[in-house]
């Protein structure tokens, strides 16, 4: 367990912080071993409402000390009940969350700001990952809303009453983000984002583009006009179901899961009560740091979900989801690290899975996979009720030395993976060409699986592998690996360098809008990559909008940006190479 630091305890405790349910489990359970529901979410949970004394002291506390934690391992969830909240403004750091308790975002009113800048770190705001703001109504303070953030950073289920900007102040770098069922009135300025996704909201305008600015079901979306201005724009979303998230029915603690949607465009929670089913507290197990993964894999067997509280959990063994429907909800980035090798969660074959808002880091002895969707050879249909994965996040390497043959594995037809940034770790500490291996971030080996918003990095060999059939992805964001040594490092047979995303030559049906790749070899700047991504030549697989740049001042070049098509990249200057249409 992680407890508030020192300079945090006092006022804590003065302000009654701790949530209270009226059942309570041990780490590994009740009396007997008999796992029961419900409990406390201990003390890195905050909530808060409009009458709570010392509000903006308290948040500016965890902010001081989480700004720069890039790899510490403070975990906060803010919650604010139901109200309206004046003058606040909400700086988030690293691994802090904040979200209304509200069933809508206009349940829970902040009259102020839900900040992202890039102070920390003069200006760049390349570094502003795992953090996130959910289910609030903003109404800032200047009438524009900052959100200047990176990776893992998700903007979920927000109406903003005014504009929201995406780039640091100043306009200093910025390399990607996701925004998803949430209403911004005014206009939303990408300004120096180098990428961005936009999924099934609503907003008042849309201005600037650098590379690569997707949107699928956004009401008010620019048009189509890829690759100058670099939009893309589907009307709609073709499958969509809202991440689950915790509110307040009365004095009640529930978690909302919500509904299927095909075709989706627009937001969920706009005209009245949003459609899904509300689980109680009761039913969900309610992990802390310390608890085993044995007592979290007999709740699951016993028909409970699981809520991971903020935190780090070490597993000596895989937490085993085998239950149809089952919710895995984590709070304040809730991260599991594996030891000795083991794989940290895995499902079986069942429909219905909800995973959601927590991370898997690698631990220093190799796994062959950190993060499995359904056992190798499922083959059950799952479209009518399809497992999600959402805001689930794996690292290797950064934290510490980590260690991983493939980060995530999809077996599981009918998968959607909704925004998962999977990296292998180019800073921090632990980090090498084969301190941090891993030779591939995603595996897809299931049939119907929709990715959207996707975002996977640094991998040694290739970053996705798609085998399983009628696949589709709405958005790549990626970078290969900085430090690879030399050219025949990456080689795979007669191809220089491994696509950043491959479609098996197996697949007959395959089909990808707005994927970008970027090169920065910076231990050998001669290094040719081939191409960007690698697909069979066949009619049932398509590709719109693709593009591939060099960044560094020209470390490192591509060849084609999709097989053999495309112009190469040249000269020192990060101009992109596109094709907007393969084959």
């Not at 720069?68 to 691994?95: E, M, S, V, W």
């Not at 016993?302 to 809520?307: K, V």
């Not at 080996?445 to 996705?464: I, M, P, Q, S, W």
Request: net charge negative; charged share 20%; hydrophobic share 35%.
């Amino acid at each position: 367990m992680h407890a508030p630091p020192p300079a945090l305890i006092g006022s804590l405790a003065s302000l009654l912080l701790l949530v209270s349910c009226s059942t309570h489990a041990a780490p590994d359970g009740a009396a007997g071993g008999e796992p029961r529901g419900g409990g406390d979410l201990g003390p890195n949970v905050l909530v808060l409402d409009p009458s709570t004394p010392g509000i903006q002291d308290t948040l500016d506390r965890i902010h001081r000390q989480q700004e720069k934690a890039q790899f510490g391992t403070g975990r906060y969830q803010l919650l604010l009940k139901p109200g309206t909240y004046d003058r606040l403004r909400i700086d988030l750091g690293f691994y802090t969350s904040v979200s209304g308790l509200g069933l809508s975002p206009d349940d829970t009113t902040v009259n102020g700001d839900v900040t992202v800048d890039a102070g920390w770190f003069e200006g760049n705001a390349t570094q502003n990952f795992w953090r996130s703001a959910e289910n609030l109504t903003l109404r800032p303070a200047s009438g524009t809303n900052r959100w200047a953030v990176a990776q893992a950073a998700p903007f979920r289920r927000m109406h903003v009453k005014g504009d929201l900007t995406l780039a640091p102040t100043g306009n200093g770098w910025a390399s990607g983000g996701y925004i998803a069922d949430s209403k911004i009135d005014g206009t939303v300025t990408a300004g120096s984002q180098q990428q961005w996704y936009t999924r099934d909201s609503a907003v008042g305008g849309w201005s600037n583009a650098v590379w690569n600015m997707a949107f699928s079901g956004v009401e008010g979306a620019p048009a189509q006009s890829f690759p100058d201005p670099p939009y893309t724009t589907l009307d709609t979303t073709p499958v969509a179901r809202e991440k689950p998230f915790l509110y307040l029915d009365g004095s009640d603690y529930k978690v909302f899961v919500p509904a299927k949607r095909t075709d989706a465009r627009g937001t969920t929670w706009g005209g009245g009560k949003p459609r899904g089913r509300a689980l109680p507290l009761d039913r969900f197990y309610v992990a802390r740091p310390g608890t085993s993964a044995a007592a979290i894999n007999a709740a699951l067997a016993r028909g409970l979900h699981l809520l991971l509280t903020p935190g780090i959990y070490h597993v000596d063994r895989p937490i085993e989801v085998t239950r149809p429907d089952t919710v895995v909800l984590g709070l304040g980035l809730a991260t599991i690290v594996p030891d000795n090798g083991v794989t940290a969660l895995r499902t079986a074959d069942v429909d219905g899975v909800r995973l959601a808002g927590f991370l898997v880091d690698a631990g220093p002895v190799n796994s062959p996979t950190l993060l499995e969707i359904g056992p190798r050879g499922a083959r059950k249909d799952h479209s009518a009720n399809p497992t999600t994965v959402q805001d689930v996040f794996v690292r290797v390497g950064g934290a510490g030395p980590g260690l991983a043959t493939t980060a995530m594995v999809v077996n599981s037809s009918g998968t959607v993976i909704d925004h998962s940034w999977i990296w292998r770790a180019d800073h921090g500490s632990g980090v090498g060409w084969e301190t941090n291996r891993a030779d591939y971030g995603l595996r897809v080996d299931g049939d119907h699986v929709l990715a959207t918003g996707l975002f996977v990095e640094h991998f040694n060999k290739y970053d996705v592998q798609w085998n399983g059939e009628y696949g589709r992805t709405v958005f790549l964001q990626n970078e290969k690996a900085y430090d690879a040594p030399d050219q025949e490092a990456i080689r795979d047979g007669s191809v220089r360098g491994h696509a950043a995303y491959r479609v098996a030559d197996s697949v007959d049906h395959h089909e990808a809008w707005a994927l970008g790749s970027y090169c920065n070899y910076t231990t050998d700047p001669g290094i040719r990559q081939e191409h960007g991504f690698r697909a069979p030549v066949k009619p049932g697989v398509r590709f719109h909008n693709l593009l591939v740049v060099t960044l560094g001042g020209g470390m490192g070049h591509y060849d084609h940006v999709i097989n053999r098509t495309g112009a190469p990249t040249v000269g020192s200057a990060p101009i992109p190479s596109t094709v907007t249409s393969f084959p």
